[in-house]
C-alpha cells in the first residue's frame, strides 16, 4: 500500500525474501530492512496521539495491539473528532475515532503518556530507480508496502 501511495507495487515473493519472515511472522526491525532495500527511508518512532496527529503526512505503519502492523493512510478531523484510517493485514480498511484508536496503538506510557510505535517510511532518489517492481499487486497482504 505504502510503495504503491508512491506509484510502485511489489510481488509478494519479492518483499517476502526482503522481510525475513519466520514461522513467527515478520518484526518491524524486518519490515523496516525490506523497507530500505527497495529504496525507502525508514524511522522508527515514539510517538503519542498528539504528536502523531501533528506530524502526520504520509503513510506509515503502526504496530497494532502489541500483535501485528497495519498502515495508517489518513488522519481527518470531522466535528471536533480526530478519525484515523487504518488497513490491515486482510486487506480491510477500517476508520477509528481517536479515542479508539488510542487503545490499539498505544501500548506503553512514558513520562505519564501513552504511547505508540510507529515506522515513518518515505521513499529516497534510489525508489524510483528500482527495476523490480511490477505492474499491479498480485496479493492483498500486500498492504505493507
Known sequence: MIAAFYG?????NILREKCYISKNGVSLLGISEAAEKIGFHTQGIK???K???N???SPCILHWNQKHFV???KIKRKKGVYYFYTADPVGKKITYPEDEFS???CSFTERD???GVLLSIAPSSSFYQQIEACNKPEHNLLFLF
Do not use: A, G, P
Open 47 to 49: 510517538f503519542n496521539v
Open 71 to 73: 498502515v495508517l493512510y
Open 103 to 105: 487503545k490499539y496503538w
Open 8 to 12: 510502485k507495487y511489489y510481488s509478494l
Open 55 to 57: 506530524e502526520f503526512s
Open 113 to 115: 503518556t501513552r504511547m
Open 51 to 53: 504528536q502523531l496527529i
